[in-house]
């Protein structure tokens, strides 16, 4: 009696195409005879050509749209004289494109003042919308040009007048010839104007007012000069005058501000005339 061999196929395996050779043709359905295309041709999405709920009318209007080159015609007119379908089934294919983001229309005024429609296609519905509010792809906004800081306040004259800022703008114009670091700009000589007219209505002369801001300057760069001078000017305002007569205890008396003919400058006297620097110049040099 023969002896039964356990390794042996009872039978002879069949060669299913589909499973044993996946890449074999089938017996059923369609068959691809493809061609490599290198012209003349259009990329369509799986997502559009086999789409669940679009009509088979709605999927290939949407792919002729795709292919056609910017700026043709695609208006229910235009589509209905190109496609046997008529006007109606056309609008119902394009409203279906619309409604599944791969048709935009809108309405815009032209210069002319005709409203005419724009549409784009949409080969993925929604990329562009996401695409615009990336990170990666929203253009960072333009940098605001950085606002100067702004400048210290400063004592404000009981009385402003025309020659005594003048003056005061002098002073400031010539403490660069002292220390070039104390250059100013024109907007910052305008801000501390008013705080040299307060040292000047305190009975001091311009060149005292230029020796109290330059004295003792710090050996370091002075990055903000106008700032500097704006602090100086406010902590070390010196007092008002006292009172010429000790019999009156009201106010001293107060002289209206003057044009001194000899420099220009503001000073207070009751009379016009030379400021007390012109006159002990003129003492001198007589």
Known sequence: MDSE???APSRAQSRIPGKNHPHGRPNSGVIHEHVRLTENFTVIGNDLAQHKELSLLA?????????VRPGTAIDIKTLAARFPEGPTRIAAALRELETHGYLRRTRLRAQTGQVITRTVSCNRPGHHAAAAESPARRRPAPRKPPQPKRL???????????????????VLAGLRGEDPR???SATDAEHLAPGV????ERDLTPAAVH????????????IRPAAFLAHRLTA???????PRSSASPGPALRHP???CDGCNRAFRAPTPGRCRDCRAEQKESG
């Open 211 to 222: 020796r109290a801001l330059t004295e003792n300057l710090p050996p370091d760069p002075l």
């Open 236 to 242: 070390q305002l010196p007092p008002l005058p006292p």
């Open 5 to 7: 061999n356990p390794s």
């Open 152 to 170: 210290p306040a400063v004592p404000q004259p009981a009385y402003t007048s025309a020659d005594l800022l003048r003056t005061a703008v002098d």
């Open 182 to 184: 104390l250059l100013l």
């Open 257 to 259: 501000f003057q044009t």
């Open 197 to 200: 007219a307060a040292w000047l």
């Open 59 to 67: 999927i290939g209007l949407s792919c002729y749209i795709q292919s």
